[in-house]
């Protein structure tokens, strides 16, 4: 009994810290309506930070005084990415709102290694709370009791911030309705500046509170975002109240899943997310939210199927490319290979982001559960190749199945949030379930059979996938679903109103996609003749929405030329410097403040102004109901 | 006119935000060909009606029958399938497609082909699409971008769209404003013209009073959510209460353009 009772103490206490950072991203979301991504990096640099303020101070109030300056200390960075990067990017749609605060989070995690190494730090033990009390018999740490105590301290004075003082009134008017406030007369800039400083502080208090818990180190910063994640999807984002709620529920199901499930206990935090999400999709003191702002594809001229000269430039460019293996060595081939398979991996993101307007932040779970299912049926039923990589796709299909169902119950930041913690749930299987993935070892020597074997077999047989598949997914786009799935899209409203069931079209793309994405891992699986949780990882996700967002979001093949630029580079740049990280996450703000329509839809917009004074006569032309092709 | 066979029964509706009564104890009839127009000053309740018709909106309580069927409390593209169409009073249409598509897009749907991946949209009912835009006097806006049309066209192309499933009854919210005075006539001559050929039940609201008392067959007047007159348009005009209110709103009859 005693057990159990510390056991739930211990979750009490991992739940302020997830409160404290989750209460942050609500706050800023209530007001800014920007989910912050980089919230996490912030968790983590207020833990560094106050690693290295608490290592210099002395004495007790040293260190609580170190905790509190670092906290302040990222709140000031917070300040400045506010007014240096998210001012420029609020009237974005909200897909490029989330990458680049995504950009931000990676480039943190190399600079985080680059000022203070790679190694784990532990920090010191708070003065005061250095020992522990006995309870029921067992030891709990001092420092939990005070912890626990925090948690609803903090809920306290925040409720006391937004009810007695004039700053907090406003912003809780700006988070019902922002116009509003705006017509009060409100300097709304500040106000933004100043709530997105409070939300990161809360977030890298929570992150400097942990030091005398938990070690610092460079990967607790999507440990964290996806906990936060799942706390404010189950309590509603926006709302304190269930910010807290579901940071106890949350840390209370991790503290007792271990001991029910102890491989895998990341599902029961997944069931019940699962069963709020059906019961009340808004989270349990959420609200519903507004259709998203905007969709990608408001600015462009509608798609059209390729013309009789684009088609045979791309027969030319996949001839020119399967010459390749006459000049290429083999390096050059393996690396050939890997583009095409990326090229898939791009193709099925763009098919459900760009045609269907859902951009997934996981979506490497789908490549990731091909890999491994050709990795099972290869080592584990010992399969023919050309079988397993015919079946291991399905693990893909099914995954998506799955997980598509509950996440195209949402959409827009929700959707993100919802697809980056599935992702992240996938990974922790494999990762977790050592007797049947591998754990962190993966499984080894998945070899292609004679007839793929050699770069230039495996290069052809690649090459061959990718053109099929990206030429499937095209015909797809102009197909009467794509159309029925672009317009869910376009108008939901309009959709449902021309007897459209928007959800199972959705679940259908995502199905579809998923399968797509588990295809690309299937073969990338025998390129690389072995599996890894890495193949699920959070990078891979970001890397395949780069490629999109690179080639153009609102362009048909924009993906295809992303992935090929995207993946030549960074292979580049892996072997040219340590900060690949750093270098990606700096291009991917890049392009999302200064380069939004990418390399595709650059083209597009030049081609279409050098067409100007003759595009009239053709729209003229055109427009004649002749029944033309 | 309870004599009349029904096509649309709707009985006790009420709705709710908050402390707004937004409609309160609306009932009313739409026979099969009848030009049923629902009038009354901003924020009288029109478009909250029209949503809880096809289901947009849940109601809070009473009935909605369609031939004979209770379709209370069904999804609106279930209400579609059954035959009605509506147009919005915001407009709603897919900007990243060209007019023609957008048409298509509803006949798909109409012809249940919405899960067909392989064959092109391109080829699919251009006919019938062009046809439909056809009727609505947009033959020659077919391969325009859907986003750069005017507002006026919009509301056509949302006329086109609303037809295509063959409809039995046709909710039309606001369907001329953004319109040169020419242009509504126009197209409520040519909404009245399919009515009457094809039996199809109109009902629609309009703040343009030389468009509703032309056309229409008979009047509801909504004033805070309630029915405070119906009737025939000469006895609409007559009846002081409307006068009242319409006056009261600052509203002329025959003027009644302030609405933004
Ligand atoms: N979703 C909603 N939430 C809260 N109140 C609403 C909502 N929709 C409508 N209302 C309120 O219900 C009342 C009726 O609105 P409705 O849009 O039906 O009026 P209307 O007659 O169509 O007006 P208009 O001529 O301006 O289109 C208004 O007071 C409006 O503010
Ligand atoms: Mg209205």
């Not at chain 1, 420029?88 to 203070?116: C, H, K, N």
């Not at chain 1, 583009?339 to 490549?367: C, E, K, R």
């Not at chain 1, 992702?423 to 993935?437: G, K, L, N, Y």
């Not at chain 1, 390129?527 to 891979?540: A, E, W």
Request: charge should be neutral.
């Amino acid at each position: 009994m005693g057990f159990y009772i510390v056991q739930f103490l211990t979750g009490l206490a991992s739940a302020s810290a997830l409160f404290l950072v989750a209460s942050g991203l609500s706050i800023i979301f209530g007001v800014t309506r920007i989910v912050n991504f980089a919230h996490g990096a912030f968790y983590m640099l207020g833990a560094y930070v106050a690693f290295t303020l608490t290592e210099r101070l002395s004495g007790a109030f040293g260190f609580w005084g170190g905790i509190v300056l670092a906290a302040l200390a990222v709140a000031i960075i917070g300040v400045l990415v506010e007014m240096l990067l998210l001012r420029r990017i609020y009237s974005s749609p909200e897909l490029f709102q989330l990458l680049a605060t995504f950009g931000l989070t990676l480039m943190v995690e190399d600079l985080v290694v680059l000022i203070w190494g790679p190694d784990d730090l532990l920090g010191r033990r708070a003065p005061g709370f250095r020992g522990a009390v006995e309870m029921f018999g067992q030891n709990v740490p001092s420092y939990d009791l005070f912890m626990i105590v925090l948690g609803p301290v903090v809920l306290g004075i925040l409720w006391l911030l937004f009810h007695r003082t004039r700053w907090g009134i406003l912003v809780r008017a700006a988070t019902q309705d922002r116009d509003m406030v705006a017509a009060l007369g409100v300097n709304q800039k500040w106000l933004f500046t100043s709530v997105f400083g409070a939300g990161v502080f809360l977030a890298a208090l929570g992150g400097a509170l942990q030091i005398p818990r938990d070690a610092v180190h460079h990967a607790l910063d999507l440990r964290i975002i996806v906990e936060v994640f799942v706390v404010v999807v189950i309590g509603g984002l926006g709302s304190i109240t269930g910010a807290f709620v579901a940071a106890v529920l949350v840390a209370e199901l991790n503290a007792f899943g271990i001991l029910v499930f102890p491989k895998i206990s990341i599902i029961l935090v997944f069931l019940v997310m699962a069963v709020v999400l059906i019961v009340r999709p808004w989270g349990l003191f959420g609200k519903p939210e507004a259709a998203a702002r905007k969709t990608p594809g408001l600015s462009v001229r509608p798609w059209q199927p390729l013309s009789q000269n684009e088609r045979i430039a791309f027969a030319v460019g996949v001839v020119l490319a399967a010459l390749l293996p006459l000049i290429a060595g083999n390096y050059a081939l393996a690396v050939g290979a890997e583009i095409a398979i990326f090229v898939i991996f791009a193709a099925s993101l763009h098919f459900l982001m760009s045609v269907g307007g859902l951009a997934s932040f996981g979506h490497a779970a789908y490549f990731g559960l091909g890999a491994y299912g050709v990795a099972f049926l290869a080592k584990i039923a010992g399969l023919p190749m050309i079988v397993c990589l015919a079946l291991g796709p399905l693990l893909g299909l099914f995954g998506a199945a799955i997980f598509g169902f509950f996440a195209i119950q949402l959409s827009g930041v929700y959707f993100a949030m919802l697809t980056l913690a599935f992702a992240q749930i996938v990974w922790s299987i494999a990762f977790q379930w050592v007797p049947v993935t591998g754990g962190d070892n993966g499984i080894l020597s998945i070899w292609p059979e004679t007839w793929a074997a050699g770069p230039a077999r495996f290069y052809w047989l690649s090459l061959a996938v990718a053109v099929a598949v990206v030429g499937l997914l095209r015909v797809i786009v102009f197909s009467p679903f794509g159309y029925a799935l672009r317009g869910t899209r376009d108008s939901l409203l309009r959709s449902e109103s021309i007897g459209i069931d928007a959800k199972r079209i959705q679940w259908t793309a995502f199905v579809i996609a998923g399968t797509a994405a588990g295809i690309g891992g299937s073969l990338f699986a025998y390129l690389k003749g072995s599996v890894f949780p890495d193949n699920i990882g959070i990078g891979l996700s970001v890397d395949a929405l780069v490629m999109v967002l690179l080639g153009g979001v609102e362009t048909v093949s924009g993906a295809v030329v992303g992935a090929i630029v995207f993946k030549a580079l960074s292979i580049w740049l892996v072997s040219q410097t340590d900060w690949s990280k750093l270098i990606l996450g700096g291009v991917i703000v890049l392009i999302v403040v200064a380069f939004p329509k990418g390399i595709v839809g650059m083209i597009e917009t030049w081609r279409a102004r050098s067409d100007a004074p003759s595009s009239k006569s053709a729209a003229l032309a055109a427009s004649q109901p002749e029944g033309a092709e | 006119m309870s004599e009349a066979p029904r096509l649309l029964f709707v009985e006790g509706l009420n709705k709710s935000y908050g402390g707004v009564h937004a409609v309160r104890n609306v009932s009313f009839s739409v026979a099969p060909g009848e030009i049923l127009a629902l009038i009354g000053p901003n924020g009288a309740g029109k478009t909250t009606c029209f949503n809880m018709l096809n289901g947009q909106t849940p109601a809070d309580s009473g009935r909605v029958v369609l031939r004979g069927q209770d379709i209370s409390g069904k999804q609106p593209r279930e209400v579609w399938r059954l035959g009605v169409g509506r147009t919005f009073q915001i407009t709603a249409t897919y900007s990243s497609m060209t007019v023609r598509e957008n048409v298509q897009v509803a006949l798909i749907s109409f012809q249940s082909k919405l899960f067909s991946m392989l064959n092109a949209t391109q080829r699919f009912a251009n006919d019938e699409a062009d046809r439909l835009l056809g009727l609505v006097g947009m033959e020659g806006y077919a391969a325009r971008p859907c986003g750069e049309l005017a507002y006026g066209d919009l509301k056509r192309l949302e006329l086109a769209i609303a037809l295509a499933n063959d409809p039995k009854l046709l909710l039309m919210d606001e369907p001329t404003a953004g319109m040169a005075p020419r242009e509504r006539v126009e197209l409520m001559r040519l909404t009245a013209q399919i009515a009457r050929e094809k039996e199809i039940g109109v009902l629609f609201t309009e703040h343009d009073m030389d468009v509703v008392f032309e056309h229409a067959d008979r009047i509801i007047v909504l004033n805070r959510g309630a029915i405070i007159s119906e009737g025939s348009p000469d006895q609409v005009r007559n009846d002081p209460q409307v006068k009242a209110v319409y006056l009261g709103d600052g509203l002329v009859f025959g003027h009644a353009e302030a609405h933004a």
